[in-house]
């Protein structure tokens, strides 16, 4: 899944959970069933050496800035609009660990980086991965950044 659904999973968990000893772990958890949701990311059916070059290192950082972007706003929101400092501090917390393990898995992708546990979390990543072709592995996207946007 695209990073930036992934963000808006973990803002809706923060508002609707509002203990953050819960919330926060929830949105790690939902990271990995997100991932099982048939989808299509930059790197559906691609080689390592097909992530490194051309228009995907671009577009995975572009979703990573829109994903900060919107975490960012939220979180603001929460705080200045809502005046809710629990709020935006759930919704940053749970933004930062609804992308924890893709943002773990970076280094291993990007360069020769070798860590026994980041491997192991990209195995577990490769395993679980439910692909879709395009465009229904994008619409299925939109329709849970729409469902997160209807709780939040």
Partial sequence: MLLTP????????AK???NPLIAVPLSL???????????????SNTSKEERLKG???????ADFGLGIAVGLTFTLYALWVKNDPSLAIRTFLCGIASVLPDAL???????????KFIEKLTEIQRRIQTQAPLPWGILTQVV?????LLLI
């Fill in 55 to 61: 228009w995907r290192p671009v577009a995975v950082m």
């Fill in 105 to 115: 898995e970076a280094p291993h992708i990007f360069t020769n980086t070798k860590y």
């Fill in 6 to 13: 992934h963000v808006f999973v973990g803002m809706a968990i």
């Fill in 144 to 148: 849970v950044v729409a469902l997160c």
């Fill in 16 to 18: 609707a959970v509002p």
């Fill in 29 to 43: 958890i939902m990271h990995f069933l997100g991932d099982k949701f048939p989808h299509w990311d930059f790197y």
